[in-house]
């Protein structure tokens, strides 16, 4: 079955970095789409970047463009996001989420499990 299990998260200053990590396992990771996606408190997920299983496009939020950086690992079954010049407004718990294809930096049909996610928080 599948499992998507993410890690890395943390309290960091403004402008400081994090790489998060999703580790998968339970379908052929090579072939999929491997999104990030965030909920703020009180507010809804939203997608923030994504990869394609293909040929490993990238795609970026506009909020997060230029700061955050996705890559993956085919040998390790592992998604990353390394997140640099982090902002207040980027708290938030971060998921990992898969699909057959990016629908630009979102994933649209979710097929995993959401699992408990990992918790950013950027504060001074």
């Known amino acids: 079955h599948v499992q998507l299990v993410e890690s890395g998260g943390g309290l960091v200053q403004p402008g400081g970095s994090l790489r998060l990590s999703c580790e998968a396992s339970?379908?052929?990771?090579?072939?999929?789409?491997i999104g990030w996606i965030r909920q703020a408190p009180g507010k809804e997920r939203e997608g923030v970047s994504c990869?394609?299983?293909?040929?490993?496009?990238?795609y970026y939020a506009d909020s997060v463009k230029g700061r955050f950086t996705i890559s993956r690992d085919n040998s390790k079954n592992t998604v990353y996001l390394q997140m640099d010049s982090l902002k207040p407004e980027d708290t938030a718990v971060y998921y990992c989420?898969?699909?057959?294809?990016?629908?630009?930096?979102?994933?649209?049909?979710?097929?995993?499990?959401w699992g408990q996610g990992t918790q950013v928080t950027v504060s001074s």
């Open positions: 990869i394609s299983g293909s040929d490993g496009s990238t």
């Open positions: 989420q898969l699909d057959y294809y990016c629908s630009g930096y979102g994933i649209l049909n979710p097929m995993g499990p």
């Open positions: 339970g379908f052929p990771f090579d072939y999929y789409a």
